[in-house]
């Protein structure tokens, strides 16, 4: 069963920056696309960025300019560089890839508090 492991979160004041990793017990070199996901409690869980394997980009609307998805397929790892942090950024962040999905895995807090 693949896993995924999440971690680099944690809390930081508005305007802060965090780099999310998540490491897949699988080679994800022949995925079509990895993406981040957060969810905060009572909404459903939103895609902010997803990376093909080609190296194509797409985010969120709300995260554009700020954050940045990057994949390392060496190390069977995807990053999410988050940069001027805002408080709506709050949430529990997960990857996976785009369709098809993997079992969740318990993904990393990100709280953003002043």
């Known amino acids: 069963q693949v896993q995924l492991v999440e971690s680099g979160g944690g809390s930081v004041q508005p305007g802060g920056s965090l780099r999310l990793s998540c490491v897949a017990s699988?080679?994800?070199?022949?995925?079509?696309?990895m993406g981040w996901y957060r969810q905060v409690p009572g909404k459903q869980r939103e895609l902010v960025a997803i990376?093909?394997?080609?190296?194509?980009?797409n985010y969120a609307d709300s995260v554009k300019g700020r954050f940045t998805i990057s994949r390392d397929n060496a190390k069977n790892t995807v990053y999410l560089q988050m940069n001027s942090l805002k408080l709506e950024d709050t949430a529990v962040y997960y990857c996976?890839?785009?369709?098809?999905?993997?079992?969740w895995g318990q993904g990393t807090q990100v709280t953003v508090s002043s």
């Open positions: 996976n890839r785009d369709w098809s999905y993997f079992p």
């Open positions: 699988i080679s994800i070199i022949s995925i079509n696309a």
């Open positions: 990376m093909t394997k080609g190296g194509s980009t």
